[in-house]
């Protein structure tokens, strides 16, 4: 199991996204959280393997998305603790 804490940037809080990204994680079946920071980004941690990550990477630029618009997921690889259990929304 390995784990990522990823930064979206763009038209990413106000619009839904993280809810979208909540239905990525339960697709890919990854574990972590997402949550709005106050500089207008959005985080993302997540553990699960390479693949699945990968996987939820993908699926979360939203590119078919008529409404969010992701400039860019800045992606940092971490050391999986396994602490999440599903993958939930925080404010």
């Not at 390995?2 to 106000?14: H, L």
């Not at 990204?21 to 972590?32: L, M």
């Not at 553990?47 to 996987?55: F, G, H, P, R």
């Not at 979360?60 to 971490?78: C, K, L, Q, S």
Request: hydrophobic share 40%; proline share 3%; aromatic share 8%.
């Amino acid at each position: 199991m390995e784990r990522i804490t990823a930064v979206a940037r763009g038209r990413v809080q106000g619009v839904g996204y993280r809810h979208f990204v909540e239905e990525c994680a339960q697709a890919t079946g990854v574990h972590g959280y997402v949550k709005n920071l106050p500089d207008g980004t959005v985080e993302m941690v997540a553990e699960s393997s390479l693949a699945s990550l990968a996987d939820f990477i993908r699926f979360a630029h939203a590119r078919e998305n008529p409404v969010i618009h992701v400039d860019e997921i800045a992606v940092t690889p971490g050391q999986a603790t396994g602490e999440y259990r599903g993958f939930r929304v925080e404010w």
